[in-house]
């Protein structure tokens, strides 16, 4: 699998590396309990920044060696659930079929449909549309600058929804609403 990261740059996935990154992703927060001291995702990154194929094996194997080792017990009783497919049963196939592969043979996390809070800070960003910081932290900004807002006000309790294709509709108190993309 080739990624164009950067119009001069291409990089090259082994396979080997594609399911390195899969185990290092699945095992999330017990990997990343388990370097205390570093951070995983530079260590990742940086990995994934060296040119030469080869380099950049070993440099995925030194970082795979050195996560097996300095892993505590919970994290290994998770890391057991992550199983890498059989090569045998793989061989022949693309990197991104593996990984679709075994996507479905995991379930999926719950997702939610909805989230409700209440405005603690309202904003208007350079460009005119409104920006909603809620009370759980979450940040959001107004899709389209159409001119038809909802009327807001602080402390109102609005309701945030999944809808089609990956967008978002936020309703307000008075039932009138507008798309929203999270920020932060």
């Excluded at 090259?12 to 899969?22: D, F, I, M, P």
């Excluded at 719950?110 to 909603?132: E, F, H, W």
């Excluded at 108190?173 to 932060?184: F, Y």
């Amino acid at each position: 699998m080739i990624l164009s990261s950067h119009p001069s740059r291409r990089v090259r996935w082994t396979g080997r590396s594609v399911l390195l990154a899969y185990a290092v992703i699945t095992a999330g927060p017990a990997v990343a309990a388990a370097t205390p001291s570093s951070n995983l995702a530079q260590r990742v990154l940086a990995c994934h920044g060296v040119s030469s194929d080869r380099q950049r094996l070993q440099c995925f194997d030194r970082l795979a060696a050195a996560l097996a080792t300095s892993t505590p017990d919970a994290a290994r009783s998770r890391q057991s659930t992550v199983t890498l497919p059989d090569p045998r049963q793989t061989f022949g196939l693309t990197p991104a079929t593996i990984l679709t592969q075994e996507f479905k043979r995991h379930p999926k996390q719950q997702t939610i449909s909805s989230i409700a809070a209440r405005i603690v800070r309202l904003q208007k960003a350079v460009d005119g549309r409104m920006v909603y910081q809620l009370s759980n932290g979450q940040v959001w900004e107004e899709l389209l600058d159409d001119g038809y807002a909802p009327p807001v006000n602080v402390g109102d309790t609005v309701q945030i929804s999944r809808g089609w294709l990956g967008s978002y509709w936020m309703q307000t108190p008075s039932r009138r609403g507008c798309k929203v993309q999270r920020l932060r």
